[in-house]
C-alpha cells in the first residue's frame, strides 16, 4: 500500500504548506543541477484569491515558466 506524504493536504493548512515547501524544494534541485536555475520563475500561475486568501485546492500546487522558451515550457502541478 503507497504511504502518502501529505494525506491532509487538502483539509490542513499546515500540510499543505509543507507539500508547497516540498515541491518548491525538489523544482529547486532539478534546475540547479540542470544549470537553469537562472532562467525560471516560479511560481508562475496565481494560487490565491482577489482577498489574497489561498485557494489551497491542490491546481496548482506549484508552477513555474521560463520566458526565453516562450510558453512551451511551463510547469504546473
Known amino acids: 500500500m503507497a504511504e502518502h506524504l501529505f494525506p491532509h493536504f487538502l483539509s ?5 504548506r509543507e507539500a508547497e515547501k516540498l515541491w518548491r524544494h525538489r523544482w529547486l534541485q532539478v534546475v540547479q ?6 532562467c525560471w520563475q516560479a511560481p508562475w500561475l496565481n494560487t490565491t484569491f482577489a482577498d489574497g486568501t489561498p ?5 496548482p500546487m506549484f ?4 520566458p526565453e522558451r516562450q510558453l512551451d515550457n511551463s510547469v504546473s502541478v
Do not use: M, P
Open 55 to 59: 485557494f489551497q485546492d491542490g491546481n
Open 12 to 16: 490542513d493548512a499546515l500540510e499543505y
Open 33 to 38: 543541477q540542470a544549470e537553469q536555475a537562472g
Open 63 to 66: 508552477s513555474a515558466i521560463c
